[in-house]
């Protein structure tokens, strides 16, 4: 049981939108600690999407963004395509575990 | 462009050391004062936050992991590594080393490919 969560699937069809939510708590996400997130192809390095909530290091599209509000933060997905299809990951930090933690990831399938 | 390359033995008994190394090229470990850290993801689960290091050698620890973790730093060899004592079954998973952009609890903004680590007799 992750101490972020999220949701364990997502799906929508090319061209659109699609949001992955993921829900903190008082310790974490609403202690005004940051959400990171990451896409993760298997075999491959996870690639850091947002930080600082809504930060898009260079090179990540501009379809891709985040933002925050209290203890739940969430990642936006504009103008899907097929290489979007993915596992997504949270990321932030708990104060009462005193260390870095993720979310549980989402699977994201492109129809 | 800054790499990291994670290795190490592929198989590992119970009740042994697990060891893994992160060789970072494309930078220099001692001239930027950055936190370098340790994810893993067991067969078919989610990440897990291992622990991190600064360049310095202050280490922070996944809590859970405490007890029988050691990661430390070699920065004269671009270097830094993870040792996990009395591993079981359940230490399997796939290891990365990552360079974190701000602060130890922060973003991990550059990855290595990542190993995988079976436990097993």
């Known amino acids: 049981q992750s101490v972020l969560t999220q949701p364990p699937s997502v799906s929508g069809a090319p061209g659109q939108r699609v949001t992955i939510s993921c829900t903190g708590s008082?310790?974490?996400?609403?202690?005004?600690?940051?959400v990171h997130w990451y896409q993760h192809l298997p075999g491959t390095a996870p690639k850091l999407l947002i930080y600082?909530?809504?930060n898009r290091p260079s090179g990540v599209p501009d379809r891709f963004s985040g933002s925050k509000s209290g203890t739940s933060a969430s990642l936006a997905i504009t103008g899907l395509q097929a290489e979007d299809e993915a596992d997504y990951y949270c990321q932030s930090y708990d104060s009462g575990l005193s260390g870095v933690i993720f979310g549980g990831g989402t699977e994201l399938t492109v129809l | 462009q800054l790499q990291l390359q994670e290795s190490g033995p592929g198989l590992v008994k119970p009740s042994e050391t697990l060891s893994l190394t992160c060789t970072v090229s494309?930078?220099?470990?001692?001239?930027?004062?950055?936190?370098w850290g340790w994810i893993r993801q067991p067969p078919g689960k989610g990440l897990e936050w291992i622990g991190s290091?600064?360049?310095?050698?202050?280490?922070y620890y996944n809590l859970s992991l405490k007890s029988r973790l050691t990661i430390s730093v070699d920065t004269s060899k671009n270097q830094f590594s993870l040792k996990l004592s009395s591993v079981t079954a359940a230490d399997t998973a796939v290891y990365y080393c990552a360079r974190l952009g701000g602060s130890w609890g922060g973003y991990f903004q550059h990855w290595g490919q990542g190993t995988l680590v079976t436990v097993s007799s």
């Open positions: 008082s310790s974490n996400l609403g202690a005004n600690y940051d």
């Open positions: 600082g909530n809504n």
């Open positions: 290091i600064y360049y310095s050698g202050t280490t």
């Open positions: 494309g930078g220099s470990m001692s001239s930027s004062s950055y936190y």
